[in-house]
């Protein structure tokens, strides 16, 4: 009974990195995709503002938190849009949108709110032609599927939901901010001297 057990999770563990690899080639592929042109334009835009807030929704909430967290361990000005202590945007400011459809109501009411105020807005997204795209002065387009959206997908998905969109938003935003670390000269240790001493 016993090897027969362990041969089941061998195989489990056979299988789930199996697809592991499906998810890695996924990722490899749709962030192969994105235009170097507006990663360019992004990355500059985050490191001229006086202040950078990250906004979004769901787990793609989660994510520009994320960012938002790492943009201020590198020494920026850098805050989640929820944050009670967030001060006033304005004019300098970048707005960093994630939305996979580019329609999240919060996220394009505070868009809205983000331009009026003077604050320019980036959004990353998997459909640059939606609502939150059109009021963007940046848009970055990771072209990953759902079940919801495929019409502007370049690539295809076996995940459920907006799983490949949101993996590959995360490692997205890692990216900008190693690109970041290496041109201010950082070192990880550097990095996790502003990591907060309270968790």
């Known amino acids: ?6 041969d089941a999770r061998q195989g489990v563990t056979e299988s789930m990195i199996e697809e592991v690899e499906v998810v890695l080639q996924e990722l490899r592929a749709v962030l192969a995709a994105v235009e170097p042109k507006a990663s360019e334009t992004l990355y500059r ?5 006086r202040r950078v807030i990250a906004a979004g929704m769901g787990r793609s909430g989660l994510v520009a938190k994320a960012f938002a967290q790492r943009l201020s361990h590198l020494g920026l000005d850098a805050r989640a849009y929820d944050e009670v202590t967030l001060p006033r945007i304005g004019k300098g400011d970048l707005l960093v949108a994630a939305s996979g459809s580019g329609e999240t109501p919060s ?16 959004l990353v997204t998997a459909r640059p032609k939606s609502s939150i795209g059109r009021l963007a002065r940046v848009v970055v387009h990771i072209p990953a ?26 490692v997205y935003f890692d990216a900008l901010v190693l690109r970041l670390m290496e041109e201010q000269g950082l070192e990880d240790d550097d990095v996790m001297a502003r990591h907060s001493n309270l968790d």
């Open 145 to 170: 599927p759902s079940r919801v959206w495929r019409d502007q997908a370049l690539v295809g998905s076996v995940q459920p939901g907006r799983s490949l969109f949101e993996q590959a938003l995360l």
């Open 45 to 49: 835009g985050v490191r001229s503002a």
């Open 1 to 6: 009974m016993r090897a027969r057990g362990g």
């Open 107 to 122: 996220t394009l009411l505070k868009v809205k709110l983000a331009r009026a105020a003077g604050a320019r807005v980036a």
